[in-house]
């Protein structure tokens, strides 16, 4: 059935042919909010794993890891192709001839078509840009940057440990090259309204960008936000609210932006709260439910206008694609 949004499934399928299923990486990098290079260490939600498999902990190259997960995702998805998705840390946050070597093992399994690198927006210079643009001429490449929130408070208080503007500037740069960017976003972030919330999807629609992920914000064992949370200092979104705002969120972007996820995906072991996030399923099946019943969908709201809204936070101008 349709999604009152542009689903990822879907503009795999068109782009493929068949159905491509991405796999997630763990290439043992770090990130500069963790080692110290930005010096406060981690952001408040992160814990040690850095949103990762663990792959690497276990000693398993980036093939091994491709060929593990092919074998399952074919039985159980009947995937024909596949993506490398460098997800853990930040997968720009090495020397080049390092990014090199990964990139390539993973291209070099037979039924990967492209690769999708996880990363942040202050990792990534013109040495490592121009090598993507030059790489993408022999495959399919997408760079997908962490920014959570519109908001230079917000990413303050939950220790970014960069600003709007640095975004910014790295998707302008990356898209020079006409690399697809997609943008990672977390709604429920502490001390955010759901105005503030709207507000970043009508600046990443005033933006040119291709893809946006969104989740809630869930707390999971060893990090900051944990303690803040058992101080009573941070309250979770309840499921309602999410489901609400991810459609009105959804509402706000332009119907070409191709939405990679609607929910996170937290490790059940984890986990501390709120528990609703491990019913993945049911999640999205409320969103969609929402859109239909308020008679919403992916663009319902969408003005060329909100690209003074990115102007307005960054003080920059730039035009929309749409
Ligand atoms: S940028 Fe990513 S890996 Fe680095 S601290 Fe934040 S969440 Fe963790």
């Avoid at 489901?243 to 070409?256: D, S, Y």
């Avoid at 969103?287 to 969408?302: A, H, I, P, R």
Wanted: hydrophobic share 35%.
């Amino acid at each position: 059935m349709r999604k009152p949004y542009r689903e990822y499934k879907q503009f795999l399928t068109e782009k493929f042919g068949c159905r491509v299923h991405k796999i997630s990486l763990d290439a043992g990098l770090t990130c500069p909010n963790r080692d110290g290079t930005a010096g406060t260490g981690g952001c408040i939600y992160c814990n040690a794993r850095g949103s990762g498999t663990g792959a690497h902990e276990r000693a398993l190259s980036i093939r091994e890891q491709i060929d593990n997960s092919m074998e399952y995702l074919r039985k159980r998805f009947k995937a024909e192709k596949f993506l490398a998705y460098f997800q853990s840390f930040s997968n720009t946050y090495a020397p080049l001839p390092r990014l090199k070597s990964l990139y390539e093992e993973a291209l070099s399994v037979k039924d990967v078509v492209g690769i999708t690198i996880g990363t942040r927006p202050d990792c990534v210079n013109e040495e490592i840009l121009d090598y993507l643009a030059f790489l993408q001429k022999r495959t399919y490449l997408c760079l997908e940057y962490g920014l959570q929130s519109a908001h230079d408070r917000t990413l303050k208080i939950i220790n970014r440990g960069h600003d709007v503007a640095t975004f910014v500037k790295a998707v302008d740069a990356t898209r020079r090259l006409n690399i697809p960017v997609c943008v990672h976003v977390i709604l429920g972030l502490p001390g955010e309204t759901e105005e503030d919330m709207l507000e970043t999807a009508k600046f990443l629609a005033g933006l040119d960008i291709q893809a946006i992920k969104i989740h809630v914000l869930y707390v999971i064992k060893d990090t900051v936000l944990e303690q803040m949370y058992l101080k009573g200092q941070y309250k979770c979104l309840e499921r309602e609210d999410y489901v609400r705002i991810a459609a009105r969120f959804l509402a706000c972007l332009p119907p070409h932006v191709v939405i990679q996820r609607v929910t996170g995906d937290p490790h059940r072991n984890e986990l501390v709260a709120p528990s609703w996030t491990l019913e993945k399923q049911k999640n999205i099946a409320m969103l969609v439910d929402y859109m239909e019943t308020n008679n919403l969908k992916q663009g319902s709201w969408f003005k060329k206008s909100f690209a003074s809204i990115s102007q307005a936070l960054t003080g920059v101008s730039r035009n929309s694609k749409s």
